[in-house]
């Protein structure tokens, strides 16, 4: 079995009308035993981006507290909070520079930009591979081990501007009926509206 | 005796192998409705990245209330359906009347089961109506297990078009409240699972390369009871010409007028 698939675990986000959602299974496992029923895989960046890191747990811990180091580097130096889009590409550096050796994960980014930015408050989504190749995706990207179920369900779902109710509930049964299908994810999700 | 006379030429050992098998893409679904149902399929056969042909079919109208699709390695799914109609024939032959489903689909479980050690590499989902008129689908492995169902998908697009189905059809994951009732699942009206079945077959389209080209839903419908009318709501009654449904072809009898018809889209085509 490859090792994406070794811990289970799975990551959705979508863009609505002036919001965005990320949401993610709460399994942990080792291979077909389940660990956990409460790890969630999506951190904060900022108050306003988050990241899921679905793929090989171990991975995602080294992963998480390397991007809080570079943001916290980044921050002092620039003296403001990164922006989704500038934390995609940060994203994508890291991943890049382990090539021939990667982290076995693939993140999903979501955020909202800061009001005082060129453009503020725009909803903000973006998926990469293991090793940082980007997809800005102006509707939902899917990652983890029930993706092709995501794409499935997001697919037929989801529509255009939706409204911060309307997007949880879309977001929610597209992840819901993943789920179910997949026996490397579930055991509880949480959703996070933006 | 030198060294180099033990090995049995000087490239070494040579190994020949035939594979029997390969896949051919696409998917197929069922749905089926009190009185009626839905078998679809697309149109596209493949072999790796290379499209074969845009137009091959692979739902089949096996009765007036059963119709076969098959998904897999197209070759045996050829041989299969041969095989299941000429079976069907013999049978009509012996009694006088066509085979009912439940009995079609206990066939099918052994004729596929009768190859365990060299399947057919085909999934196969039946669908039509059973001695009721009710809706009915039954899904196969490969080697002949078998289940009724009210939906079924299987295929290339398999793990994007069930979970929907789970969602739309059988209502998972949602709640009955008392402002909204919850349907059950399988009563859904025979236009509402049209529009169903096109809107799965263009989300896989958009997200799998093996699914394009163009999209077959047969309708199987019960006919009005000896000696009345339709009634209104039935799916007898639904308008399928506007649809631009036609008669479906094929199967070993005689066709009652719009008992089986097919309604033909387009999918993209890249």
């Known amino acids: ?194 | 005796m030198p060294s180099s006379a033990m090995a049995p030429n000087a490239h070494g050992i040579q190994q020949r192998s035939f594979n029997p098998y390969t896949e051919n893409g696409g998917s197929i679904m069922a749905i089926a409705g009190t009185d009626f149902c839905v078998i679809a399929g697309d149109t596209r056969q493949s072999e790796g990245y290379q499209i074969q042909t845009r137009y091959k079919p692979k739902v089949f109208r096996l009765t007036d209330r059963a119709t076969l699709a098959t998904n897999g390695f197209a070759a045996d799914a050829e041989a299969l359906v041969s095989r299941i109609k000429q079976r069907l024939e013999m049978y009509r032959h012996a009694h006088g009347s066509s085979m009912p489903i439940a009995g079609i689909a206990r066939m099918i479980s052994t004729i596929l089961y009768g190859k365990r050690f060299f399947p057919y590499y085909v999934y196969n989902i039946l669908g039509g109506l059973d001695e009721q008129g009710k809706g009915a689908v039954y899904s196969f492995d490969p080697v002949g297990s078998y289940e009724r169902e009210f939906c079924r998908a299987a295929g290339a697009a398999q793990s994007l078009l069930q979970p929907f189905l789970d969602s739309q059809v059988m209502f998972k994951n949602q709640l009955s409240t008392p402002q909204r009732k919850l349907p059950e699942p399988g009563t859904m009206k025979l236009d509402e699972v049209l529009k169903l079945v096109m809107d799965s077959f263009t989300g896989a389209t958009e997200r799998h390369i093996e699914v394009g080209d163009g999209l077959e839903m047969f309708v199987v419908r019960t006919p009005p009871a000896e000696g009345q009318t339709s009634q209104a709501g039935s799916a007898i009654s639904t308008d399928l010409q506007a649809w631009g449904a036609v008669e479906a072809l094929g199967g070993e009898d005689e066709q009652e007028e719009q008992a089986v018809v097919v309604i033909r889209r387009e999918l993209k085509k890249d």
């Not at chain 1, 507290?65 to 620039?78: A, G, H, P, Q, T």
């Not at chain 1, 520079?97 to 800061?114: D, N």
């Not at chain 1, 930015?117 to 980007?134: K, R, T, Y």
């Not at chain 1, 102006?138 to 499935?152: I, P, Q």
Request: charge should be negative; hydrophobic fraction near 40%; include cysteine.
């Open chain 1, 1 to 194: 079995m490859s090792i994406m698939e070794y811990n289970g675990g799975s990551v959705v986000a979508m863009r609505g009308k002036n919001c965005v959602a990320i949401a993610s299974d709460l399994r942990l496992g080792n291979q077909a035993l389940t660990v956990a029923c409460n790890f969630d895989k999506v951190f904060p960046i900022t108050e306003r981006v988050f990241i899921g890191l679905p793929g090989l747990a171990s991975d995602l811990t080294t992963l998480r507290e390397k991007f809080r180091y570079r943001v916290n580097m980044y921050k002092m130096k620039e003296e403001r909070d990164i922006q989704p889009e500038t934390f995609a590409h940060l994203v994508s550096s890291t991943l890049y520079e382990k090539r021939f050796g990667p982290y076995f994960v693939e993140p999903v980014i979501a955020g909202l930009s800061s009001p005082d930015a060129p453009e503020p408050n725009e909803p903000f989504i973006a998926a990469s591979d293991l090793i940082g190749c980007l997809n800005f995706a102006k509707d939902f990207v899917v990652s983890g081990t029930a993706s092709d179920k995501l794409f499935g369900m997001a697919e037929g779902l989801w529509e255009e501007d939706l409204g911060p109710d309307e997007l949880f509930e879309t977001i929610s049964q597209t992840l819901l009926g993943a789920l179910e299908r997949d026996a490397l994810s579930g055991w509880g999700a949480v959703v996070r509206v933006m």
